[in-house]
């Protein structure tokens, strides 16, 4: 695959892309000063054709480079995400690059918008989740000349660097794991999974993985919300009350299998010879409990530790393949 780096956009290409002079495009971009209504079209028009960010800081800044590493990551109550900023902070601060962070909430149109906010300040690089932008923010990444870098995702084509793992791969081997110990009546319990894209990913690889074995899922609860222990608990809930016959569940994450595992508990089920959970992350917390959770481990400090260091390293575009690891546990 090869990767390409594209110069920042200039206001000068904007001026000239929409034939006005450089003045007129900033006295648009500011929306200060005498300008036309068509004019404005043009110059917007160029703007958003061209993906040109405004240049917001100090030209002493610009040009002796800039120090800030923003972030733009879907949720800081998800522990993943924490835990990539702890991992590349560490890193950046050693060498005195200051880290900044804006939240989506898995909003592809809120990403964009934030991600322009953070663009206007030249970062030395923009780190984002997965591969999976709108147009918009594809366009300005690309337009942008400083780094990007998309975390925890290698399922796709990077725009510059990638730091990560295969989330196929993983709901892959989480399939392969419970038909390997038996168990045949699989169900799945799970977020929303159009927002969090990698969720998705390894969702549809479970399921086709159990298709692949002649087993295919039994049922499902997706719930519209955002992942949270208590989510899980009500997911599973649903789940067993239309099909009372499983004998393993998915969940999408480990916050959510806490919460199936919270049910179980007060519900009298049996875990794992009534019930197998089986989650994703491998957080502390799913190896503090009575059993240890069954998941997938993910190297989420790694992830955020890599990927600053090859922003200070100024390294060439490239996909680094970090992996998870399978976590037996006792819950399946």
């Given at each position: 695959m090869?990767?390409?780096?594209?110069a920042t956009v200039t206001l000068a290409e904007v001026a000239e892309a929409a034939g006005v002079g450089e003045s007129t495009v900033s006295r648009v971009l500011r929306n200060h000063g005498s300008f036309s209504g068509?004019?404005?079209e043009r110059v917007m028009a160029a703007v958003e054709r061209l993906g040109y960010v405004p240049n917001?800081?100090?030209?002493?800044?610009?040009?002796?480079?800039?120090?800030?590493?923003?972030?733009?990551i879907p949720s800081l109550s998800n522990i993943v995400f924490p835990d990539v900023l702890r991992g590349a902070s560490a890193v950046l601060e050693e060498n005195r690059y200051q880290a900044v962070f804006s939240v989506t909430d898995y909003d592809p149109a809120k990403e964009e918008a934030l991600a322009a906010a953070m663009l206007a300040?030249?970062?030395?690089?923009?780190?984002?989740?997965?591969?999976?932008?709108?147009?918009?923010t594809a366009k300005m990444l690309r337009a942008s000349g400083c780094r990007v870098v998309e975390l925890l995702d290698l399922d796709g084509d990077p725009l510059d660097i990638a730091v990560g793992f295969s989330n196929r791969a993983a709901g892959q081997e989480s399939a392969?794991?419970?038909?390997r110990r038996g168990y045949r009546r699989i169900g799945y319990v799970g977020h929303d999974l159009d927002r969090d894209t990698r969720a998705g990913k390894r969702f549809?690889?479970?399921?086709?993985?159990?298709?692949?074995?002649g087993t295919p899922l039994i049922a499902r609860e997706i719930l519209a919300s955002a992942s949270s222990v208590e989510n899980g608990k009500q997911g599973l809930e649903r789940l067993l009350a239309r099909a009372t016959d499983l004998d393993a569940v998915y969940f999408s994450n480990d916050d959510m299998a806490l919460g199936g595992y919270f049910h179980c508990l007060a519900q009298g089920i049996a875990i794992p010879s009534q019930l197998a959970i089986f989650g994703y992350n491998g957080l502390d917390i799913g190896?503090?409990?009575?059993?240890?959770?069954?998941t997938i481990r993910t190297p989420r400090v790694a992830t955020g530790q890599i990927a600053a260091q090859l922003v200070i390293a100024n390294a060439p575009?490239?996909?680094?393949?970090?992996?998870?690891?399978?976590?037996?546990?006792?819950?399946a």
């Open positions: 090869e990767f390409k780096h594209q068509r004019t404005r917001r800081i100090a030209g002493t800044l610009a040009s002796t480079g800039s120090r800030l590493v923003a972030f733009v300040w030249r970062p030395a690089a923009v780190m984002l989740a997965g591969y999976e932008h709108t147009e918009g392969a794991f419970l038909l549809l690889s479970f399921c086709e993985t159990l298709e692949a074995n190896r503090a409990i009575p059993q240890p959770l069954s575009p490239q996909a680094i393949d970090l992996g998870f690891e399978l976590i037996e546990g006792a819950t």
